[in-house]
């Protein structure tokens, strides 16, 4: 949860790095609540607001971790557009962010593991 919130401070932040434990125990608490909301949703019987408007939240949050995520990797943020090309989009973008970030610096800063894990709660 502590990567979740992590990412939910740097809101907006769109300049160094992500690791992958960052970027993807973000997607995996995000699903998770978006499958809860989504059953809650179709339990109150309200067209699916709840889960939309969690969605509409995170969408910056989210555009903003992956650009982090891709940087780790030396790639421009901007890589994100690829998805938008129909089935090979979404392979490549998720070959390029399960990828391992490059161990030294890059123009994007230092390595993230390098930092301090996150402490536990």
Known sequence: MDWY?????????????????????????????????????GVLDTDRIIQSTYSLVLFVPSIAVAARRLHD??????????ALIPLVGWIIIIVMLAQDGDEAPNEHGSNPKLEPDLPAV
């Open 5 to 41: 919130l992590k990412v939910l401070k740097n809101y907006a932040v769109f300049e160094g790095r992500a690791r992958r434990k960052e970027y993807w125990m973000f997607v995996l608490v995000n699903l998770l609540i978006s499958l809860v909301l989504s059953f809650v949703d």
């Open 73 to 82: 990797t030396n790639r421009s943020g901007w890589w994100q557009l690829i």
